[in-house]
């Protein structure tokens, strides 16, 4: 495996269950008050992509090409943020979720910016957004395994969990995590929609007379949990390298030991043992029989019984 890609494996495995429950819940509240604010100034969800594709083929089936074009861009940026962090995440490893904070951030506060000096055509702006949430959801995703995005799966899972606890009489240590997470991933995200929708109704938002930040807060919060998360997955792998080390050190050292061990196993066999090729060069090869043109390969064998006759003397 390469050696930048190691940190990506699910951290559910390398990580305190109680800090990471805390970020991937930051990061839940977060995407649930940016879903609300896409879905109520421009008519579209941030994370989403069911419903944007629902959208995208009603406006077609109802010929609003324009309307169709706005969804599938809003897809495609998404598409775009999940791949920027990807690429990113292969190039740097460790550190990555930190390497494109600052374009998370900037990315809110020009979106910003946008509908404060372009206010008639701020809807294209959320393609902006769309970019940062995909970003969020392929760290939540590809890093830590839970999806934060939407909420349909960990709904399911509470229920299913809810079943085998009271229904069933489990009460594992798997089912209660899986109903902690989910539950808790469930409502982070619903606290952030209230919240979200609150801000809206106060007039926090869509004031285009003076510039009033309705992003740029929110790119600020998921560049902070980048930052912390890429701090507490470096401290928790440092921590986990410490504890593998007298193992490694042990692993190379029964390594080279049976390396050695091998080594001067040949050695002896060499030397008690030697190559057929020095047998095969001593061995005399016997005439061979009429119409047969390959050497036996067997000894010749001597004949050791006395001459009958034996030779006459010369007179």
Request: aromatic letters at 10%.
């Amino acid at each position: 495996m390469d050696s930048n890609r190691t940190w990506s494996i699910r951290t559910s495995s390398i990580s305190a269950p109680s800090k990471k429950r805390v970020l991937v819940n930051g990061l839940a509240f977060t995407i649930g008050w940016s879903n609300v604010l896409c879905l109520l100034q421009y008519t579209t969800f941030g994370t989403m992509l069911t419903g944007n594709s629902i959208y995208w083929a009603q406006a077609l089936a109802e010929r609003r090409f324009s309307d169709a074009g706005f969804y599938a861009s809003v897809i495609g940026a998404f598409c775009v943020g999940q791949t920027t962090f990807r690429f990113v995440d292969a190039r740097r490893g460790p550190g990555a979720a930190t390497a494109v904070s600052p374009v998370v951030f900037a990315l809110a506060l020009a979106q910003d910016a946008l509908d404060f000096a372009f206010p008639a055509s701020d809807r294209w702006h959320v393609l902006l957004l769309s970019t940062i949430l995909g970003i969020v959801c392929a760290l939540a995703n590809d890093v830590d395994g839970t999806v934060v995005n939407m909420v349909t799966g960990h709904i399911q899972r509470t229920a299913a969990a809810l079943f085998d606890l009271f229904g069933l009489g489990r009460r594992d240590a798997e089912t209660l995590e899986s109903l902690k997470d989910s539950s808790a991933v469930f409502l982070s995200f619903f606290l952030g929609v209230c919240c979200g929708t609150l801000a809206v109704e106060r007039g926090l938002y869509r004031r285009h007379d003076t510039f009033a930040p309705a992003f740029t807060p929110l790119g600020l919060a998921f560049a902070s949990l980048l930052c912390l998360h890429d701090r507490h997955v470096r401290a928790r792998l440092a921590h986990t390298c410490a504890a593998t080390a007298p193992l490694d050190v042990t692993a190379r050292a029964l390594s080279f030991a049976l390396k050695a061990a091998d080594n001067i196993r040949h050695a002896l066999t060499s030397s008690f043992h030697p190559s057929r090729n020095g047998i095969d060069s001593r061995r005399r090869h016997i005439p061979t029989h009429q119409g047969s043109t390959a050497p036996s390969s067997d000894p010749p064998v001597r004949d050791s019984s006395p001459d009958v006759f034996p030779a006459s003397s010369s007179s």
